[in-house]
T-cell receptor, first 111, second 111 residues
Framework: GESVGLHLPTLSVQEGDNSIINCAYS??????FIWYKQESGKGPQFIID?????DKRQGQRVTVLLNKTVKHLSLQIAATQPGDSAVYFC??????????FGAGTRLAVHP | EAQVTQNPRYLITVTGKKLTVTCSQN?????MSWYRQDPGLGLRQIYY???????DKGDVPEGYKVSRKEKRNFPLILESPSPNQTSLYFC??????????FGPGTRLTVL
């Protein structure tokens, strides 16, 4: 069945380092992918998205890379800050606008 | 301010006592959806609605009902709550094909 998975449940980084969060998906027909950030006690917040006709998209301090050959995407956060500490989810859009979420990766930023 | 609101934010109830969690969005979005979030399982879709009077089951619809009488509102109804419905619930909305905006969440405990 369709699934979205994450390679690591927890990622610890030093403040100022770059962070890379990985995600795998199984549906080769998926055409839209989103990264969400969820801080404690809050709902998921949109970070960046990418459509399947692209392999890279950049935002402010964040970059998403999509490799359709191996069905993998990653979120890169440059110069990670304490405010980046959160759980990060990738989501894959299936049919009827449905999002399929991975279990999430917790990013912990240490001073 | 564009937002998705949910009420209540926290609820403790007992088995079998009917409850409704309200969701409202002010962005004129066609698509609305309910998710539940449980540790290690990410977000799983309960029900979704593509437009007024159009609703359909997600991945985990058992024990839940929804209605979409107005575009802005999408209440989640638990006719006879059970302890396995203790969870964190999120409502989301979007234009079809674009990123979903999430509400702040409702933490439900069923005793």
């Amino acid at each position: 069945g369709e699934s979205v998975g994450l390679h690591l449940p927890t990622l610890s980084v030093q403040e100022g380092d770059n962070s890379i969060i990985n995600c795998a998906y199984s549906n080769s027909a998926s055409d839209y992918f989103i990264w969400y950030k969820q801080e404690s006690g809050k709902g998921p917040q949109f970070i960046i998205d990418i459509r399947s006709n692209m392999d890279k998209r950049q935002g402010q301090r964040v970059t998403v890379l999509l490799n359709k050959t191996v069905k993998h995407l990653s979120l890169q956060i440059a110069a990670t800050q304490p405010g980046d500490s959160a759980v990060y989810f990738c989501a894959d859009r299936g049919g009827y606008n449905k999002l399929i979420f991975g279990a999430g990766t917790r990013l912990a930023v240490h001073p | 301010e564009a937002q998705v609101t949910q009420n209540p934010r926290y609820l403790i109830t007992v088995t079998g006592k009917k409850l409704t969690v309200t969701c409202s969005q002010n962005m004129n979005h066609e698509y609305m959806s309910w998710y539940r979030q449980d540790p290690g399982l990410g977000l799983r879709q309960i029900y979704y609605s593509m437009n007024v009077e159009v609703t359909d089951k997600g991945d985990v619809p058992e024990g839940y009902k929804v209605s979409r009488k107005e575009k802005r509102n999408f209440p989640l109804i638990l006719e006879s709550p059970s302890p396995n419905q203790t969870s964190l619930y999120f409502c989301a909305s979007s234009d079809i094909g674009n990123e979903q905006f999430f509400g702040p969440g409702t933490r439900l405990t069923v005793l």
